[in-house]
């Protein structure tokens, strides 16, 4: 199996140190550098070539927002960590391309899989704050706060939703209500592996980069109304 190569930033180099501890436990991971803010973790990943990025969002200089804008600019997939459990801070990785969101109590075996999860192309954010991100929604958040490629308001619906096929539709309102793949194949009486097809399907014909794009869209669009 190849190793994930890793870089962590955190401007607290004993975060970092724990960080790396609990992540080169892992057999499949490798920790290939640190870096203590947003302009150097940019540099690093340059030089270094990580698989994932784990970024802090308080830092000196770049915070990890901004520094998460150009990474992802880059090519890089990048695993937002932070203490703060605040809205603003969620929706703002969100939008600068952050392939997951954790809060840092998270446990270490959820760390790992979530790091996997980000290697491997698929995107997540911590439950608690998946809850917010749908909240925000409840309350009527402005599309246009989002991207701009995001539908307008009283467009027809996302491009490409008229190419999804019925199925592929009720897999694209599950994905939206935050369901996992186990979870939309128990409810839908399918196996993972048909969830799994469908899900690309739906993320290629509506030109998505991930899940939480997914999420995003479907709520913006009204295709699944906030008190789901």
């Known amino acids: 199996m190849p190793l994930v190569r890793l ?11 724990g960080f790396k501890l609990i992540l080169d436990a892992e057999d499949d991971f490798e920790v290939v550098g640190e870096a203590a803010d947003g302009e150097e973790a940019v540099a690093q990943a340059r030089l270094l ?23 992802v600019a880059e090519g890089h997939k990048v695993l937002i960590l932070t203490t ?15 392939s997951g969101f954790l809060l840092k109590d998270v446990p270490p075996d959820e ?14 954010v911590e439950p608690r704050m998946t809850r917010r991100l749908l909240d925000e929604f409840a309350r009527g958040r402005s599309a246009s706060s989002w ?4 539908p307008s308001a009283g467009s027809p619906g996302p491009p490409g939703l008229a190419d999804l096929t019925e199925r592929e ?12 793949n186990a979870e ?3 409810a839908l009486f399918i196996s993972e592996t048909t969830v799994k097809t469908h899900v690309a399907h739906v993320l290629t014909k509506l030109q998505l980069r991930d899940r939480v794009q997914a999420v995003v ?3 913006e669009s009204g295709l699944v109304p906030p008190s789901s």
């Open 84 to 98: 703060f459990d605040l809205d603003e801070y969620l929706f703002n990785g969100v939008k600068a391309g952050a």
């Open 49 to 71: 070539r990580p698989d994932v990025v784990l970024i802090d969002i308080r830092m000196p200089r770049v915070d990890g927002v901004e520094a998460t804008r150009r990474l």
């Open 111 to 124: 760390l790992a899989a979530a790091v996997r999860a980000v290697a491997r192309g698929d995107a997540l």
């Open 169 to 180: 539709l009720e897999v694209f309102q599950s994905m939206a209500k935050g369901l996992t």
């Open 217 to 219: 869209l479907a709520y």
């Open 184 to 186: 939309i194949a128990s």
């Open 7 to 17: 870089l962590v930033v955190d401007d607290e180099a004993l975060v970092r140190f």
């Open 147 to 150: 991207s701009s490629s995001s």
